[in-house]
């Protein structure tokens, strides 16, 4: 099979996420575990009829990259009980989408724990069979049967399901199909750990404890600071900055991630999913109305039936704008950069006994040196990514346009942008301005990029030729300010369209 062909090609193609298993018709895929801790598919040839569903579903297979037609409506939101905020791992937008659902006698899909405190993908019909699915989950969660579960609940209610990029591009992919009825939810993902290494630390918790709850991202010192917190039955609770404990330190290391985390297909533009959730990162600078320590969510709406549950979530929320979010969040565009001690790590865990003290090693010797290294990869990754995002929507908008004015007080700004959001909401928009020394400043209303251009008709037609600027709208009150820039205008050979800002 294909799949088979795949994964002894490259095991970070496959992302585990388990639509083969739950397609196969003779039951004849397990998932099973490497020596890292992390499950791949296993075919029993002597089940398959080789009818090659599973390379059918595999979303790794049949991946082809995707624009959207426009970029994402974003916004920062906040659920107004702070009581489900209080439980939430950011603004509590889940929680409220989710309530949204089992008011309406459905049912909910999403990572929570099992007996053991091991992360299980599970329903919730109840809202105390909720609060299990609430908050991050830093583990890849085992799916099971439950797109074989959603698939089944679809014939007769409402779905949510609430998973990773790739779990759900594995539910879409196992479906064959989209359905009214299913609201799929996914999370800007740093990447998923190793289920086993998780699986020994809390085990070794659990050993002469018992474990009452586990919050992989606790508020108790204000949203700011998360801290992994695990409440016992017989002894106060443990509490430890998320950085410095043990699994959660070597998480966000990128020690004990998954293969195909480093290379993840499924971030933004290819998402597949009806919203993204994600923590606000930053927020306090570009929106400080909806900054408080206790929480704030990213909410990123891919489709129409997503703004329509998101907006009758009863949240709090503002606008923001595409670059602010992705500046701060760069997994919502970009794989994980694993650290390269990796390898050793995972030869290490298998190896030691004690293998809490073997994590914390990580920790104690963190090299400074691997730590800018993996910081300076996500930056050039990052501008490579949205540089790519911005270049693709500016090549196939139908129109984008460059609107050259005096400069302009903030009320007369405030209407030029609001003329042009809702008269031409699709189109790129440029906003070009002569400074008082002579100097043009151009703003991207689409990106929010800012750059300064010398008042040279070469320079202007390279501008346009590489933004794609298709047309020209000029405020008559340019011709007096900048005769270089007029001269352009008349003989670029763009459509020019002369307006009076004062008449407007």
């Known amino acids: 099979m294909k799949i088979e062909e795949m994964i002894s090609a490259n095991r970070a193609d496959c992302t585990g996420c388990e639509a083969c298993a739950n397609a196969c018709p003779q039951n004849a895929i397990a998932m099973r575990r490497d020596a890292e801790g992390f499950a791949y598919p296993e075919i029993d040839h002597a089940l398959c009829k080789e009818c090659g569903r599973c390379d059918d579903v595999c979303p790794t297979l049949n991946f082809v990259k995707k624009y959207p037609k426009t970029l994402p409506k974003i916004f920062a939101a906040i659920n107004p009980d702070n009581k489900v905020r209080r439980h939430s791992s950011s603004g509590g937008v889940f929680g409220a989408l989710s309530e949204l ?44 049967d439950v797109y074989r579960q959603v698939k089944d609940a679809l014939k007769s209610t409402r779905v949510l399901f609430s998973g990773t990029p790739c779990q759900c591009a594995g539910l879409k992919s196992f479906l064959g199909k989209d359905y009214d009825n299913l609201l799929t939810v996914d999370v800007i993902c740093q990447g998923v750990p190793s289920p086993a290494v998780w699986e020994y630390y809390i085990d070794m918790f659990s050993y002469a404890h018992e474990i009452k709850g586990v919050n992989f991202a606790s508020k108790r010192f204000g949203w700011k600071f998360a801290h992994m ?215 991207e209303k689409m990106s929010t990029l800012t750059f300064e251009l010398d008042e040279d008709p070469d320079m202007l037609t390279e501008f346009a030729k590489q933004f794609h600027v298709t047309e020209i709208f000029a405020e008559n009150k340019v011709k007096y300010e900048s005769p270089t820039l007029v001269k352009w205008i008349n003989h670029c050979g763009l459509p020019a369209n002369i307006f009076s800002l004062s008449a407007s």
């Open 101 to 144: 659902i089992l008011k309406d006698g459905g049912v909910i899909f999403g990572a929570g724990f099992d007996k053991d405190f091991h992360v299980v993908h599970k329903s919730a019909r109840t809202l105390e069979e909720l609060d299990n699915l609430r908050g991050s989950k830093y583990v890849q969660s085992q799916i099971g």
């Open 229 to 443: 917190e695990i409440d016992f039955a017989d002894r106060e609770s443990y509490l430890c900055p998320i950085h410095q404990d043990a699994y959660g330190g070597t998480y966000l290391c990128g020690l004990n991630g998954r293969p195909s985390c480093t290379a993840c297909k499924f971030k933004f533009p290819s998402v597949q999913s009806d919203l993204t959730l994600g923590d606000a990162l930053g927020v306090q600078d570009y929106a400080p109305d909806m900054f408080d320590e206790r929480g704030t969510s990213i909410v990123l709406i891919h489709t129409p039936k997503g703004k329509d549950f998101f907006d009758r979530a009863g949240l709090r929320t503002q606008a923001v704008d595409f670059l602010n979010v992705v500046t701060r969040n760069p997994r919502l565009t970009t794989s994980t950069i694993a650290d390269n001690r990796r390898k050793v790590f995972f030869i290490e865990f298998v190896k030691y006994t004690n293998r809490i003290a073997n994590m914390k090693k990580y920790l104690e010797k963190d090299d400074v040196n691997i730590r800018q290294q993996i910081s300076d990869k996500t930056q050039r990754a990052l501008i490579q990514s949205y540089e790519e995002i911005f270049d693709y929507y500016r090549k196939n908008a139908e129109r984008n346009i460059l609107v050259v004015t005096p400069p302009l007080d903030d009320k007369a700004q405030e209407f030029l942008d609001g003329y042009f959001e809702k008269n031409l909401p699709d189109c790129g928009v440029y906003f070009m301005q002569l400074e008082g020394d002579g100097q043009l400043v151009c703003k």
